[in-house]
């Protein structure tokens, strides 16, 4: 990670300051909260892609509901 990592946040997280933001360095994806960039949770697309497919799955509703 360098100071040019380019963070994303979703579009459904609105102008507030806490969101969770992704960006991808050396081939690794990064997340960080947006109230706290100083800490970052770094994983592979691999990973990830597991992890989101849960979610579309609804396997981590009762996080949010």
């Known amino acids: ?3 040019e990592t380019k963070w994303q946040k979703s579009s459904f997280s609105g102008e507030g300051e806490q969101c969770l933001e992704t960006a991808i360095a050396d081939g690794e994806i990064l ?15 691999e990973k990830l892609a597991a992890f989101i497919l849960g979610v579309k799955n609804g396997e981590f509703d009762h996080f949010v509901s």
């Not at 997340?31 to 697309?45: G, N």
């Open 1 to 3: 990670m360098n100071s």
């Open 31 to 45: 997340l960080r909260e947006s109230d706290d960039p100083t800490v970052i949770v770094k994983t592979t697309p």
